[in-house]
């Protein structure tokens, strides 16, 4: 599906509700694919059944693998791309899915922070939408969390489930979200807890 303006759509979705949503799921994902003992990898793509979902039951337009056509056009190789793109009415959002293995927990993600803020704004089919939101998704056991390194992504502020409550600081902000600002999310199984992290960066 191409993500398309559409100015006879109406209306305004919850960008941070449906992202931190999206967060839940996928914490809860990882978790019932790990209890069914899946011999599938866990991965940036076995995750698309989840944020699929969540799009269409959030009603939000999705395309995975957007393709970046600006800064690109004249390089070799494999032209760059967006994990997943949501859009609805005039707002639209870039996510960028990482999963650091033991391996590599040493991931560099200022390539995707430039992808997102830089080149595309700029696609062609993405100017017309006023506005404009991005994030970077971490998925990750929580043993590993002290080992994740990401640099040069400043964090504002942090939140995490019990902010999301009545009594939470932040549970009546219309915006809960800011850029810089990071929310997480866990879900345990037997004795691993798994996380999910939100930066958001546009």
């Not at 100015?7 to 931190?20: A, C, E, Y």
């Not at 393709?67 to 056009?73: D, V």
């Not at 997943?84 to 391996?103: G, L, T």
Request: charged content about 25%; glycine content about 2%; overall charge positive.
């Amino acid at each position: 599906m191409s993500i398309v303006h559409k100015t006879s759509i109406k209306g305004h979705k919850s960008v941070d509700t449906t992202m931190i949503a999206m967060a839940r799921c996928m914490a809860s994902f990882v978790c019932y694919m790990r209890a069914r003992k899946s011999d599938s990898i866990i991965s940036e793509y076995s995750l698309r059944t989840p944020i699929m979902e969540i799009a269409q039951t959030y009603q939000w337009n999705h395309q995975a693998e957007f393709r970046l056509t600006k800064n690109s056009a004249n390089k070799k190789g494999a032209k760059k791309k967006i994990d997943h793109v949501f859009a609805y009415n005039d707002q639209v959002i870039a996510i960028e899915i990482k999963f650091p293995k033991r391996n590599n927990l040493n991931f560099n993600i200022d390539k995707d922070i430039k992808k997102i803020t830089k080149q595309f704004p700029k696609e062609n089919n993405i100017v017309p939408f006023r506005k404009k939101y991005g994030f970077i998704i971490v998925v990750y056991e929580k043993s590993l969390s002290k080992q994740i390194h990401c640099p040069n992504l400043p964090v504002k502020a942090q939140y995490s489930d019990k902010d999301m409550l009545s009594t939470g600081k932040i549970y009546k902000k219309k915006n809960i979200i800011a850029v810089n600002e990071k929310f997480t999310t866990k879900c345990k199984m037997g004795n691993t807890r798994y996380c999910v992290d939100i930066f958001k960066v546009l």
